[in-house]
């Protein structure tokens, strides 16, 4: 499947440029915004991005030129066709390009200096003028309708899990607060289409609800109250009108909100996940990514009245429509200290009383993060070669309130693995699961967990009968000095500095109970990966093999945090289902 992602709908509403993800590439595509026509590509060289790092492109105002990030460095393409070219060749990671209202300058975010801060180029790549140099992260600039101001999100280091909504002149100049509190995030502003405020998505409720705040007075009112996640967000024309995709229990629902009436309705809910919802210029309707598990992810239109929708890319392959695709069952399942966890559980049809299937639990990573309703390959593939999968979403997850969320604070390797374990017993506890034949896979954060449930299980007869960590932590402490800087600080900002948590570190480490595995391991990892060093591979493999367990070790060479060449993935895929066929089948 070839996944189509991050688009942007022209200034007039004709076009659309998307990144897709084949041929070894994850290239800008053109094409008109209606169904029926052929993408037009317009990059050749763009390497393959993992969806959760990248952006999308920007439009300038008169839609002749798209800007894009490409190997950390700002480009801009004609869309008419024709070369692309680098505005920046610094060798520092340089994001979030953006256009300002009258196309003469482009703002995006570069890190010159460790920190990521604000600056401004033109069309033609001139040297870059800072806009503001502050000792920590800025992010996700929006110059003003007017082009007067620039609106931003800023990072505190002196406070990990605090956001706020700043504002700075666009020529330059002093920068003025307009958010702010201890422990709250304030992210994604989007000004009004007159300039005169800007909606920004908070959690200071306990749920990334959506905001309305008046610059000049600082007033600020609450648009919505769902007691669900606000994923993302678009105004219409003449702002009246909010699209919004809202999450409900892993569904990403679309949503349509009159902003003086404050009438809210759901215009589309369909057991899957919208995604980037943005308005055509008439307010007639709202293009928007859409995926689901029986659904590969493609570009759909919404009639903003009636909410019916039709695709406008096709990216299912006939073969794989055909295939027996499964929607999963919203469960909870208890777990220790009186927790009930949410996940989604697969079934294959076979399965029955009286023909018990095996099973996986599927961990996501991040710790941040959770399962949706999106389209998920791995989880189809284990459920068509007959597995069951419980994709939990742990103690830690995002989705589920800032109480479900902050929960793992302080309590890596703990509260998590006891709820890895509960995930087991849940399984075992269903008639048509064959108990004696369970396994875990995880990818990331994920791998930490599959580790830490084989290392830390104090069943007699273990749980799991094999455990894939794929590019996970062994050792939170080492990994804390080997990692890149955006990992280390989702460390501390759950966990503190080591030197103000060690023995919280050491308790959340799992390498150190490698004596207790029981099972054999399949690891993998990628030798260029910033976020887990390789080191950690490394150090979980010199442990395994001083207290003579079994296990497998594969490396991909020209990998980082997450495999995107083909060769590794084919490799990668067939070792999996060799491994667990072997364990569990």
């Known amino acids: 499947v070839q996944h189509i992602r991050h688009h942007a709908l022209s200034p007039d509403g004709t076009h659309l440029a998307f990144i897709w993800d084949r041929e070894g590439n994850s290239d800008l595509w053109l094409m008109p915004a209606e169904a029926g026509h052929w993408p037009e590509r317009l990059t050749f060289d763009r390497p393959p991005v993992a969806p959760w790092t990248d952006t999308a492109p920007r439009w300038s105002p008169d839609g002749r030129n798209l800007t894009y990030v490409a190997r ?7 869309t008419a066709g024709g070369r692309a070219r680098k505005l920046t060749d610094h060798g520092h990671e340089s994001s979030e390009p953006i256009f300002s209202p009258d196309g003469m300058r482009i703002y995006y975010i570069s890190k010159r200096r460790t920190y990521g801060n604000l600056v401004a180029t ?10 503001t140099h502050f000792e920590a992260d800025v992010s996700d600039p929006r110059p003003s309708p007017d082009g007067s101001m620039v609106a931003f999100v800023f990072h505190p280091a002196t406070d990990l899990n605090r956001s706020e909504v700043c504002l700075v002149p666009a020529a330059g100049g002093e920068v003025r607060h307009l958010s702010g509190a201890a422990g709250v995030w304030d992210v994604r502003p989007r000004w009004t289409p007159d300039a005169s405020r800007l909606a920004f998505i908070s959690n200071r409720s306990g749920f990334r609800e959506l905001y309305l705040l008046d610059p000049s007075s600082g007033e600020t009112i609450q648009l919505t109250a769902g007691q669900a996640d606000v994923q993302s967000y678009d105004w219409n024309l003449d702002g009246s009108r909010i699209t919004y995709v809202a999450n409900h229990n892993g569904a990403g629902d679309l949503h349509l909100l009159a902003v003086h009436s404050r009438e809210d309705r759901l215009l589309r809910g369909d057991s899957g996940w919208h995604s980037l919802p943005q308005w055509s210029p008439d307010s007639r309707s709202i293009v928007v990514g859409f995926e689901s598990p029986l659904e590969a992810p493609d570009l759909w239109r919404v009639d903003a009245e009636t909410g019916a929708a039709g695709p406008l890319t096709r990216s299912m392959p006939p073969a794989m429509r055909a295939a027996s695709l499964q929607a999963p069952q919203f469960v909870h399942y ?12 697969f079934r294959p049809p076979a399965a029955s009383p009286k023909r018990r299937c095996p099973a996986i639990v599927y961990p996501h990573g991040g710790p941040t ?3 949706v309703l999106d389209w998920d390959i791995m989880a189809q593939w284990l459920l068509a070669k007959g597995y069951a999968v419980l994709a939990p979403n742990y103690r830690g997850s995002t989705g589920y309130g800032l109480a479900h969320q902050h929960a793992l604070h302080d309590q890596w390797g703990i509260v998590d693995a006891e709820d890895m374990l509960a995930a087991a017993d849940f399984l ?26 084989l290392a830390r299980d104090p069943d007699p007869s273990a749980r799991f009968k094999c455990g894939v960590c794929i590019f996970g932590d062994c050792d939170i402490l080492t990994s804390w000095a080997q990692g890149d800087r955006p990992g280390r600080e989702d460390l501390e900002r ?26 054999p391991l399949l690891i993998f990892h990628g030798d260029e990966d910033k976020r887990v060093h390789p ?8 442990a395994l093999k001083e207290h003579d367990k079994d296990f497998e070790y594969y490396v991909y060479g020209g990998e980082g945090h997450g495999f995107l060449h083909d060769s590794s993935q084919l490799h990668f895929h067939e070792t999996v289902e060799r491994f667990l066929d072997w364990h569990l089948m």
Not at 72 to 78: A, G
Not at 122 to 131: F, M, Q, R
């Open 72 to 78: 950390d460095e700002i480009c801009i393409v004609p």
């Open 122 to 131: 033109t069309p033609d790549g001139e040297w870059p003028v800072a806009l």
């Open 334 to 345: 208890p777990s220790s200290r009186g927790a009930s966890i949410p996940g989604f559980l």
């Open 369 to 371: 993060s959770e399962h």
């Open 428 to 453: 075992r506890g269903l008639d048509w699961i064959d108990g004696e034949r369970l396994g875990i896979l995880g990818f990331s954060y994920g791998s930490y967990l599959a580790l830490l449930a």
């Open 494 to 519: 759950q966990m503190a500095d080591p030197s103000q948590n060690r023995a919280g570190y050491l308790a959340g480490s799992p390498v150190y109970d490698v004596d207790k595995i029981r099972h």
């Open 535 to 542: 080191l950690q591979s490394e150090q979980l493999v010199e």
